[in-house]
């Protein structure tokens, strides 16, 4: 497994396996904590895995965590996403950074993305599984949307949004974030 630096986000990494193959498919690992520990993260500090299904289209983010945020590892693990990450920690080199990957079922590379970060993606195939490692357990009090299309992000999604959530709707612009959390 190789570990890359992601140059518009400070502290981002991608994790690339090396896939096994033969007329079976093909056998990879995923998580590596040796591999972690050498660029300087804590294997033991993920405590909570999930999952989501989505399909052709879908559009889910841009989200954080107030408070300490929060880190994960994102790995689209069947299909493939567009997945986008935005720095939004105030005193990071790389604030207001932004970097996009292709993710996929193919590949199994994992992304991480450091806390304090904004995440999104959309599903490019229908349908797309993508699971999160996070940090620490979640708290819906201290989930923080910003709108997908907001000029400042200015995120040229791939496909036309064929569905999201009423809060992912209805998030505010990025301008509108920001203030709130320097208030």
Known sequence: MKATEVPPIAGAYLFEPTPHADERGFFCRTFDADV??????????????????SVRGVLRGMHLRSGAGEAKLVRCSNGRI?????????????????????LSGETQATLYVPAGCAHGFQSL??????????????????????AFDDPDLAIDWPLPVTSMSERDRRAPSLAEVLKHREG
Not at 82 to 102: C, I, K, N
């Open 36 to 53: 972690l520990r050498s660029v300087g993260l804590d294997p033991a500090a993920f405590v909570q895995d999930s999952v989501s299904r």
């Open 82 to 102: 567009f997945d986008v990450v935005v720095d939004l920690r105030p005193h990071s080199p790389t604030y207001l950074g932004r970097a996009s990957f292709e």
């Open 125 to 146: 195939t229908d349908p797309s599984d993508v699971s999160y490692r996070i940090d620490r357990p979640h708290d819906p009090a201290e989930d923080v949307t910003i």
